[in-house]
């Protein structure tokens, strides 16, 4: 790892890209061997940013809350080749497996009934009577919100608590991590403000951005479902930080989630070894229905995809073949890399306009070197 380059991408990023407030953290066979903070938590800099700095972390909130899930599915006898009706026997894909509905492939990513994002009984309601928008094998397209009802659901049922409750009492309280799944109020203090990236020409160009600016799109209707939380500003709001979203709403350090992967890695000794393997094998790749470009899935987590000849396309988790973790809208990062034992994350709050990692984490995971 190039300490001295990391460090020097990490200032450009203010320098040069508009940063605000930013931590990266990263780890190694158990041990955080780089923590970097600095900034505001608000344009007005009443706030300096600090390595204990809370902010919404949107999709990177993915990967812990499938652990989870993954975790309870151990115990329970059960594996990513069980079937949901198993547990959730009104979900509408009958003969879905875990792996499929965890990957992306059941074709729920979009809702045809505008329920609210903080009226779970009602989102479960229209997921439950929802028509999958194509048809088991015939490829996945990315679940940005309906993914944490999916999770949430089977982990209720399972366990009779809400996911962000198990998340807390059986994960991260355990292992000693600021991300939370449900902000307490006594938080709140600590938690930086977002601010909306700005778009240019070349993105509104992009096939998923042009999928997005026209009605009625699957890709517009899967960023729409359920309603609510579309805009930037309503995620510093208390209402956000206390949702509980398993697919958007946590709330996080970069060392909570850089320390998390080095469990997801095994290099803390926290889970067991099967859900190890299910956090790591591929379940789905190739092109995305939702984000319009290749994409790569386990159980819940992303891998970079790879072209005809196994090579990789993007290199949003480095060189190694191993690693996996999960962006999130705007600019957070976070993977882990079994083979390296090394683990990254990066937390900002003033956003690029992006669903997959931007230039400023990822000039920095060239430097780790994984």
């Not at 599915?73 to 509408?92: A, C, H, I, M, Y």
């Not at 109020?185 to 070349?202: H, I, N, Q």
């Not at 390296?340 to 956003?351: C, H, L, V, W």
């Amino acid at each position: 790892m190039d300490r001295a380059t990391i460090e020097k991408i990490f200032e450009e990023n203010f320098n040069q890209y508009g940063e605000l407030g930013a931590s990266v953290s990263i780890w190694q066979h158990g041990v955080e061997i780089l923590n970097l903070a600095h900034g505001w938590c608000e344009r007005e800099q009443q706030r300096p940013w600090n390595k204990d700095t809370l902010v919404p972390v949107y999709s990177a909130t993915k990967g812990p809350a499938s652990a989870t899930l993954l975790m309870l599915l151990e115990e329970n006898g059960l594996t990513p080749e069980s079937r949901v009706t198993q547990v959730w026997d009104k979900f509408p894909n009958e003969n879905a497996t875990f792996a499929e509905m965890m990957s992306h492939q059941c074709g729920l990513s979009a809702l045809d009934k505008a329920e609210s994002v903080f009226d779970y009984r009602a989102v479960i309601a229209a997921i439950e009577a929802q028509e999958p928008s194509w048809e088991l094998g015939d490829g996945h397209g990315y679940h940005p919100r309906t993914y944490g009802f999916l999770l949430d659901e089977c982990v209720r049922i399972l366990t009779g608590e809400t996911l962000g409750q198990v998340w807390r009492t059986r994960i991260a309280e355990k292992l000693d991590l600021d991300l939370f799944i449900g902000l307490p109020e006594v938080e709140f203090d600590r938690v930086a403000k977002l601010y909306p990236g700005k778009m240019d020409k070349s993105e509104l160009e992009s096939g998923f951005y042009r999928e997005f600016n026209q009605p009625n799109t699957l890709v517009r209707k899967a960023f729409g479902s359920p309603r609510g939380l579309h805009a930037v500003h309503e995620m510093n709001t208390a209402e956000a930080w206390q949702s509980a979203l398993p697919a958007m709403g946590g709330v996080a350090t970069a060392a909570a989630l850089a320390k998390f992967y080095q469990a997801a890695i095994g290099a803390i000794d926290f889970f067991e070894g099967y859900v190890l393997e299910w956090m790591q094998e591929s379940q789905s790749m190739g092109d995305d229905k939702v984000l319009i470009t290749p994409t790569h899935f386990t159980c819940g987590f992303q891998k970079d995809p790879l072209d005809a000849s196994g090579q990789k396309i993007r290199h949003n988790y480095g060189k190694s073949m191993t690693a996996f973790g999960h962006p999130g809208a705007g600019g957070s990062h976070a993977f882990g890399d079994p083979d390296s034992g090394i683990s990254f994350a990066y937390t900002m709050n003033q956003m690029d306009l992006s669903v997959l990692p931007g230039v400023k984490s990822s000039r920095m995971i060239s430097a780790v070197g994984v």
